[in-house]
């Protein structure tokens, strides 16, 4: 690494790499590797579908009446004089209720204004503090202060008039090796406390515990593992993100628990958009799994009742599924939805197991591309996934890859269509407005959060 002063890193020498190019060792070395995907060549067309009900988006009924997105963005700023190294987090999610009426009156508009996007509806908002590099809460470890406020976050913070811990505490009980049966006691794999050995703990489920061996305290959310993430003394975005990621997942259960105990009309009339794919990755990935199961009841008690399938999707806006599907809306005009098999995804988007569903142990939604009519511009063209569905019930038998086992697609395409927006590429407004919401700029947090940080501890001092 270089030195760095006042004007800034110590200057680059651009040929340092000469003296790489002349290792013979490096390059015998280097011609061994091999790659895998993305292959180009790929021609879609044999995978496009364009059924007619997808095509009749106007027909599509009963008409969605609001539409909920949900995003969240996330800061670490620093507290004092930048030599000490003081981080706090902050987290700050957010749920916008975009009204369709509005959306509607600017139906034969080919995107919407973007001057009217602001007042399509109300925003819910969730904050979060944590203590990260060098900062303490009522504990002798960053590591430590960092599970027990995640903890206090869960019990304190609601969405929809429910706490996040009892939507989590329901995921723990749907999985049977976290939750002891019989005994409702939660089983953690390791001892949280990083000096500690102590492997297969049992403790409580719904309050502080400790650990045999150490003594040390344990919470209900370690079994997020979000710890592991964090570091003493260097930058822990990586936590925060993890987290972040998680309570998005908390708060759109928690809006679909809502939404179906006020009845069928309410299922009926809303959808729920948010930002990135429906999956959950790292330390907690396996709550994706009892999210799928929750969502698969309603919908299958929503329909079983006469209603119209439930819509609730994940937007790729960034990553490799948003940029294939940009590599390939031009090669056909829209609208077309594009379904993606497992080969087309393990050859062309993500190397993985061929021989298992694409995000086994990370996605509870399957993976499609729609491409919008070509009214102005380019058109729109979404990476998106809904709820998976498996040939047997719930992962009893194989992923569902094709659009009948989706009927809630025809509705998802018909939201995606009315609710693009030209403020950004392929943009849609309740991903705008709730983004737009929880935007926490770095430089200006720093500014501003970091100086709040600092007065309020320095008042307690």
């Not at 406390?193 to 209900?220: A, G, H, Q």
């Amino acid at each position: 690494m270089g030195y760095q002063d006042d004007s800034g890193d110590e200057p680059a020498n651009s040929l340092g790499h000469i003296d790489l190019t002349r290792d013979q060792q490096l390059k015998t070395e280097l011609a061994e590797f091999t790659f895998t995907p993305p292959e180009e060549g790929w021609d879609p067309d044999e995978n496009v579908m364009r059924p007619p009900a997808l095509s009749m988006a106007d027909d599509v009924n009963p008409p969605i009446e609001r539409v909920y997105g949900i995003d969240g963005s996330r800061v670490e700023v620093t507290v004092g004089d930048p030599l000490l190294n003081k981080r706090v987090g902050f987290l700050s999610i957010r749920l916008a209720e975009i009204d369709m009426q509005v959306v509607r009156q600017q139906q034969n508009q080919a995107f919407l204004n973007p001057s009217v996007v602001e007042d399509l509806g109300s925003v819910q908002e969730y904050n979060m503090v944590l203590p990260s590099s060098n900062t303490l809460f009522d504990a002798g470890s960053t590591h430590e202060s960092w599970r027990k406020m995640v903890f206090r976050n869960f019990k304190r913070r609601e969405a929809f008039g429910r706490t996040l811990f009892t939507t989590y505490h329901e995921l723990l009980h749907r999985r049977e090796d976290r939750i002891e049966s019989g005994r409702g006691k939660l089983r953690l794999e390791n001892c949280p406390n990083p000096d500690c050995d102590e492997e297969s703990l049992i403790v409580n489920s719904t309050r502080e515990d400790s650990c045999p061996e150490c003594d040390k305290p344990t919470y209900p959310t370690d079994a997020l593992r979000t710890h592991e993430r964090v570091a003493g003394s260097q930058e822990n975005v990586t936590a925060l993100n993890l987290l972040m990621g998680i309570v998005e997942h908390l708060v759109l259960v928690n809006a679909v628990k809502h939404l179906d105990k006020q009845g069928r009309d309410a299922l009926n009339r809303t959808a729920i958009v948010k930002d990135g794919p429906l999956a959950q990755f790292d330390t907690a990935a396996w709550i994706h799994d009892p999210i799928l199961q929750i969502l698969s009841e309603v919908q299958e008690a929503h329909m079983g009742d006469g209603g119209a399938p439930f819509v609730v999707s994940g937007i790729h806006k960034t990553g490799k599924f948003a940029s294939f599907a940009e590599s390939v809306k031009d090669r056909m005009a829209g609208p077309w939805l594009l379904e993606l098999p497992n080969d087309v995804i393990y050859k062309h988007i993500s190397a993985g197991d061929r021989t298992e569903p694409f995000g086994k142990k990370t996605y509870y939604g399957k993976n499609f591309i729609y491409r919008s009519a070509t009214r102005t511009q380019d058109g729109h063209c979404f990476a998106f996934t809904v709820p998976r569905r498996f040939t047997d019930g719930h992962r009893e038998g194989g992923l569902r890859v094709s659009e009948d086992a989706y009927p809630e697609l025809a509705r998802t395409v018909t939201v995606l269509d009315k609710l693009r927006t030209i403020r950004y590429e392929n943009g849609l407004i309740p991903l705008v407005v709730a983004h737009d919401k929880a935007s926490l700029p770095e430089e200006l947090s720093d500014q501003i959060l970091g100086k709040l940080t600092n007065l309020l501890t320095e008042a307690k001092e």
